[in-house]
């Protein structure tokens, strides 16, 4: 054997033990590669779900740890599909956390619907000031102005009176009955009326005058006239006269 060399099928067994062995080591480069873990981004470990030296299976979805990414802070906000479509990507919003008012940029608008809410959910993204006093897990709160178009009437608040049922009224001048006094000879009294009133949407009045004023729906009929103050003196079916006639 010596003068004739290694007899081929020797070499040819030797040829497959360095391959097996090649896949060997392949193998436990991979199962090895396998073992570390890389988040996508860069973050702060929040939590850790499993010990060390733990067996899980990648083929799951178990979580391992919980990182809180650095210098991003997101709040996911559920709202109404007809609020969704009046947002812009990249708008700022006023979003409350805590006592604390931030500017928060729109990033996305998901496309989807949230079964179990029937919202669309916003994804805002806060300012890195803000990443620094918010702490992950507070909740957020969104005002959104939606304008809706509706019809109605504007009255001061103190044109309303208690009705049934949690309800709202107010008193109307009704039918008209010309007083007979010599005195009062020319001018007209008029007979108070209840109506059911909704209060649809409630502000602070812009001429400042009364305070605040409730935009309601009901019964009231254009050209009727509206007692708006002194309530705790008039009762239905009394006769009363206008100041100014």
């Known amino acids: 054997e010596l003068l004739a060399g290694t007899r081929p099928e020797r070499i040819e067994a030797q040829k497959a033990r360095v391959d097996q062995l090649d896949a060997s080591l392949g193998k436990l480069k991979l199962d090895l590669k396998k073992t570390t873990l890389k ?94 006093t918010v702490a992950p897990g507070q909740l957020a709160q969104l005002e959104l102005a939606q304008s809706i178009p509706t019809s109605g009437y504007w009255l001061p608040t103190t044109a309303l009176v208690p009705g049934v049922r949690g309800l709202w009224s107010c008193y109307v001048l009704g039918e008209a009955v010309p007083l007979k006094s010599p005195i009062a000879q020319g001018k007209t009294s008029f007979r108070v009326e209840r109506t059911d009133v909704e209060i649809l949407y409630q502000e602070d009045d812009p001429s400042g005058s009364h305070g605040q004023r409730v935009l309601v729906r009901g019964t009231l009929q254009p050209g009727d006239q509206v007692i708006i103050s002194g309530m705790h003196r008039i009762v239905p079916g009394q006769f009363v006269r206008p100041i100014q006639q």
């Open 39 to 132: 988040a996508p981004f860069s973050g702060t470990i929040s939590r850790r779900w499993v010990d060390e030296g733990t067996v899980v299976s990648t083929a799951g979805s178990q979580p391992i740890f919980s990182i809180v990414e650095d210098g991003a802070v997101e709040a996911n906000i559920g709202i109404p599909v007809s609020a969704a479509s009046q947002l812009q990507l990249g708008s700022t919003l006023p979003l409350k956390i805590g006592q604390k008012t931030y500017p928060a940029q729109v990033s996305s608008i998901l496309p989807e619907l949230d079964s179990d809410t029937r919202t669309v959910t916003v994804v805002l993204k806060l300012d890195p000031a803000a990443a620094r």
